[in-house]
């Protein structure tokens, strides 16, 4: 969380002369660190649990232990909720993958639960079984947070080019376009594409159209950060 602080505030500032694109992927980087945090926390479960395996040792449970896992399940599914409503109003990767984060909290804290009714019923292996099911609901979410942010960072596609197509062919005077590339993060998006233009198109006219082009696309899309249109006349048939 304090990492989650520490890179939306290096994630808000302004473009700059070292970063024209702004500072928006310190937000990226920052979940990618979740996952590295998660990497972390799964091998340290995974090894805790298998010497609880090989050494047999049986935890001491009393009823503070389920007050206090009842009280984490309680404040975790709060936290979940609200941070999660926050994440996709304001379309924060971060938010949502810490979001991820907590609900895989959740299901620890209802394993843990189990577990330890288990333990106190007499079956002492179920604490070091349910260590080894708290770090496959930890891994599963790594992965999923892990595979958000490589996507941004590898600059994966963001939007679908026949959604984009729709938009600049609504403009009448364009006559087609092609090489339709997108790239950034859900709520910060840069586009590029070529567009066409009758051959007879003077300069004048054909920056004006781009213009049109793009304020259309920004205004069917205002996660659209910004747009680049090359303007071309139409390929030989």
């Not at 709520?187 to 594409?193: E, G, V, W």
Request: hydrophobic fraction near 45%.
């Amino acid at each position: 969380n304090v990492m989650a602080i520490v890179a939306m505030r290096a994630a808000r500032k302004p473009p700059d002369d070292d970063h024209p694109y702004g500072h928006r992927k310190y937000e990226t980087l920052a979940a990618a660190g979740i996952f590295v945090f998660l990497l972390l926390v799964v091998m340290e479960v995974v090894r805790g649990a298998l010497g609880r395996l090989r050494t047999s040792h049986v935890p001491d449970v009393t009823a503070a232990s389920f007050v206090v896992m009842l009280v984490t399940l309680g404040v975790n599914l709060l936290v979940v909720r609200y941070e999660s409503e926050r994440g996709r109003a304001l379309t924060s990767e971060l938010l949502l993958a810490d979001a991820a984060h907590t609900r895989s909290d959740v299901l620890t804290s209802c394993a843990v639960l189990v577990s330890l009714a288990g333990v106190w019923l007499g079956y002492p292996e179920l604490d070091a079984i349910g260590g080894l099911v708290v770090a496959v609901f930890i891994a599963h979410t790594g992965i999923e947070i892990g595979r958000e942010a490589s996507g941004i960072l590898s600059d994966r596609v963001v939007m679908d080019e026949n959604d984009i197509r729709r938009v600049v062919m609504g403009v009448s005077e364009v006559k087609g376009c092609h090489r339709i590339r997108t790239r950034g993060s859900a709520d910060h998006t840069f586009l590029d594409l070529h567009v066409w233009f009758r051959g007879d198109t003077t300069l004048f006219e054909a920056h004006r159209l781009s213009h049109v082009v793009t304020d259309r696309l920004m205004a069917q899309y205002p996660h659209i950060a910004d747009a680049l249109i090359h303007t071309a006349p139409p390929p030989p048939d």
